[in-house]
């Protein structure tokens, strides 16, 4: 673990981690406060799946938009994008408590996914910048990776909290403030970015997306975000049968906690294989890992079963991350990296949406497996097309 010490302990480096990580807590909140929020509304799953993919989807749709203003234009956008979300959520407590129709919501989750603003993928950029040492860069994507999921572990215990005491929407009301104050914080200590990387930022149509192994990676998270979406949906759908809501949140919590302790762990690790070579490995053990969830059949089992479901996760984004930090195009790095989360966020948009039909229909164990089976493609994809993630001089075009 020193070596996190040592990261740490680099100038600005501690309290950009803390802003990035208050910005990003919303994420954690905002899928389940609003599956809840929208489910106890409408009394539907289906309406409240629907909505969180589309909170989903408008982040994929508007991350790569933002982020390649941020490579032309600075990191001021990121602020103006706080406002946009933090109203947004706002929006979807005091007119969802009127009884709007439910297109209005999904609307609403809509524009508050697009205007997520990007620190975290303008953190990543910068990691080169701000620590110079390799090691310390590589265990920095490690460490990210598994800060993420402080955000999906406290995020549901919050919403969990909320729902106990007194409602989802007040979840939903405390994101709004942490987007707007992380933001600010991260803004108020993130040094400038060198300016010629700004001018030499990519006009192509495609950005950063132009160059083959940033397509690969792309196209392969896709079905992994689907994967997460479904599950993200069927947990509670699992302890609504159990006849507790709350039940929820600790689940997810315990998810995305073994997924920072895999990152953690995956950081400090004696580096033996090749980059490529340990992404597909991870990238095959984790439908693996999330097939037992279909057959829990009481809260302890369950409890257990994503814990084990969690462990690849951040292991699998770090070894991306690592990936996207070697090819991406110069003067494309923010935007780069925003492609990996905007990939991820669209299958976990299709996923929420999928599950919350499927659960209707058939039940929660059957998303889990569709879950499973799409992430299983993604595997099987990234293996058929692994000459392309090789690093290579070739540029964006």
């Avoid at 996190?4 to 910005?23: C, D, H, K, W």
């Avoid at 989750?109 to 997520?116: R, S």
């Avoid at 495609?206 to 992994?224: D, E, K, Q, S």
Wanted: proline residues 6%; aromatic residues 6%; charged residues 10%.
């Amino acid at each position: 673990m020193a070596v996190y010490g040592r990261i740490l302990r680099s100038p600005r480096i501690a309290i950009l981690v803390v802003a990035t990580t208050l910005a990003r807590l919303p994420f954690g909140i905002n899928g389940l406060a609003i599956l809840l929020f929208v489910r106890e509304q409408t009394g539907s799953f289906a309406v409240a799946g629907l909505t969180v993919g589309a909170l989903a989807l408008g982040s994929a749709i508007g991350a790569p938009l933002a982020a390649r203003l941020v490579d032309r234009r600075g990191t001021a956008m990121l602020m103006p994008l706080a406002l946009v979300h933090a109203a947004s959520l706002l929006a979807i407590w005091g007119l969802g408590l009127a009884g709007v129709p439910s297109i209005v919501l999904v609307g609403l989750a809509l524009i508050g996914g697009a205007a997520f603003p990007p620190s975290g993928s303008v953190l990543r950029s910068r990691w080169p910048q701000l620590l110079g040492d390799p090691e310390l860069v590589r265990g920095a994507y490690a460490l990210d990776s598994s800060l993420i999921e402080i955000s999906f572990v406290a995020g549901p215990l919050i919403t969990a909290a909320a729902v106990a005491f007194a409602g989802p929407e007040i979840a939903l009301g405390l994101a709004a403030v942490l987007v707007i104050a992380g933001t600010a914080l991260f803004l108020s200590k993130l040094p400038a970015s060198p300016a010629e990387d700004r001018h030499e930022a990519h006009r192509g149509l495609l950005g950063a997306l132009g160059h083959r192994a940033i397509r690969t990676i792309a196209l392969t998270t896709v079905p992994v975000g689907f994967c997460i979406g479904t599950i993200e949906v069927a947990i509670p759908a699992f302890s609504d049968a159990q006849g507790s809501a709350e039940l929820s949140g600790v689940l997810l919590a315990l998810w995305s906690g073994a997924s920072g302790v895999g990152g953690l762990i995956f950081g400090i690790r004696r580096v033996r294989h090749g980059l490529v070579q340990t992404y597909l490995a991870i990238a095959v053990l984790f439908p693996l890992a999330c097939l037992p969830l279909a057959v829990a059949s009481a809260p302890v089992a369950m409890a257990a079963l994503v814990m084990l479901a969690g462990l690849p996760i951040a292991p699998l984004i770090a070894s991306r991350n690592e990936l996207v930090a070697a090819v991406a195009p110069r003067g494309t790095q923010t935007e780069a990296f925003t492609w990996l989360v905007t990939s991820l966020v669209a299958g976990l948009a299709a996923g929420n949406a999928v599950a919350g039909a499927v659960i209707e229909r058939d039940g929660w164990p059957a998303a889990v497996m569709v879950g499973v089976g799409a992430a299983a493609i993604g595997a099987a994809l990234a293996l058929s097309r692994r000459q392309t993630l090789m690093p290579s001089p070739v540029p964006a075009g």
